[in-house]
């Protein structure tokens, strides 16, 4: 479709009527400041769309997404500490995501590989137009309300799961604990443990909780450091000092820290070709 | 294609030189078995030509066929045949010539007695030829091959070299190129203000030459230039602090070597901590070295830098290698949250 950028976007989106929808709530996420500016200045030609933060970085994005659940995220990239892929995975059901960034390779390959719709700086109006165009008809079947559309929380799932394999974000992990943020070496690691929704991640400094699936981090991490040895556990071949024979067919893998990690038949024989037995 | 060694004057001299010398001797010994001085110069002379005639021929000949294997066997087999052709035609020469002569001693008998000595010395002459020959061609197809490696690593040194140097970030361009876009509706002076400094950046990236060594203030100018784009993007969160030794200015360094390492501090300092971020940089003299220290803050629970090298700086260390064989010229350093890199550069004397 052709858009024209005059004429007020609102009148093609009819709001249904009796719904007293409030504006779309939107936040820019950017550590550029010129780069917020561009985009605040973009949606002056849209005026159901509100901004109500702008963040520096992913830190005061978590806090101000928290805060205002908006409807539409601008997420840069490259950021300060964690990037943005980083930072969505830390927040619970995500709003929709446009995604802005210069150039990184990796990450505009998983954007196309998942549809998800991405900005390249610099980008023109129209470009933006469409892309905010494009939205606005996807959710436009739903009634507008803090949640977004599911399609779109399904591909930034999928997004978040090739991401977490780029090389950048091999090198770490991201957990939130109480308030706080904290990034995890990966050297830093002992072993993964399966809880309930979450995953127990064992380190030097105790255990942190991460809302992803066990097969996420078996995807997300380097498989020659890090392998599963058991349905519910994943473990840091650095960590190991001994394996020891259990149980029928079972054995218990004993780490540097002391800690003890089953490790199934089937873990076994991965753990020992990676030890290189 | 190698050089005939007697194509050089030097080599000729002593070609023709050894050609005198033999026969002048084959002269003296002539006459020494009583042969008369007319008869004893006319072979000396003729059998004396007839192998040298064959030695340039031989060598000459070797310049287009040199074999690769069973190039001794090749020797010896040429040396054999060229030696009995050479005896055969002195023969058919001298015995006509000299045989009317009333000689003391019967011309026809004295050569069919000494010809076996005569085999010998013709022989060993050849053999001499074909043996120095062989080896001039060898180390003349030696020295080609070497030329032609030193040729292909020097192109390849180059390539590389080039390629470290042209490692403009593609990330920076995009970034700087959205920030003017933004500042064309709210600022154009400071805009075209941008344009002007990023197209100086690029022109100064474009035209550095490796071999023209830059001094230090003409590359202190062009990080400023860089580092005030990087400010107009970063806004407050950057801010620099540059020191350098007056003595300093005028030395000399290899282009866009700082550049590099400036912009791996800013990425590292910049995305590594959340606050605002000053990036010192210090330039002083050390001995015969230029020493250039650049800091930036970093997250020491974070990010662990390894000693020596570490975050980006691996194609600075190549390029230092490569210009100067030294792996020592580069070295980082950590002390709490502050991470250094340092570099120095050798100066000519």
Redo the contacts between chains.
Sequence with gaps: MTINTNSNPIGTNSIPAGTTPGPIKAIIID?????R??VS?YLQAWPQIDVVQEC??G?EGIKAIQHHHPDLLFLDI????INGFEMLELVEQPPAVIFTT???EYAIKAFESHAVDYL????NKDRFDKAIQKWLDQRAPNPPSATPAPTSADATEQLLETAAQSPAQQQ?VVVKTGGKIK?I?L?DIHFLEAADDYVKIHTHNGAFLKNRTMSWFEKALDPSQFVRTHRSYILNVQQVTRIDPYEKDSHLCILQSGAKVPVSKAGYVKLKAVLGL | MARSPLSTGKLLLIFLSWWAIWAFLQISLLIGFGLSSGTAVTDSLVSNSLVAISCAFLSNNMQYYLPKKERYWYILFISLGLSGIILLACKAILVPLLDDKTDSVNYVIFFSRSWAVRFDIVFLQVACMSILSVLWYSSEEEQENRQRRNDAERLAKEAELFKLRQQLA??F???S???????I??RPEQARKMIQQLSDFLRGNLRKEEQQWVPLSEELQYLELYLDIEK????H?LSTDIRCEDECLGMRLPPMLLQPIVENAIKFG?????EAVTIAIRARLDGNYVRIEVENPF?P??S?PKKGTGFGLTSIQRRLYLLFARPDLLETRVDNNLFTTIVRIPQQI
């Design positions: 550590d550029e400041p010129l780069a500016s561009i200045e520096n970085d830190f490259q950021m300060p500490k210069a150039f990184d390249l700086k610099p980008f770490r990034i070496p050297e | 593609p990330h361009l995009f970034n190129l959205n920030s003017i876009s933004a500042l509706a709210s107009v993007r970063f806004g969160r910049l995305y590594d901590t959340t997250d629970e974070t662990r």
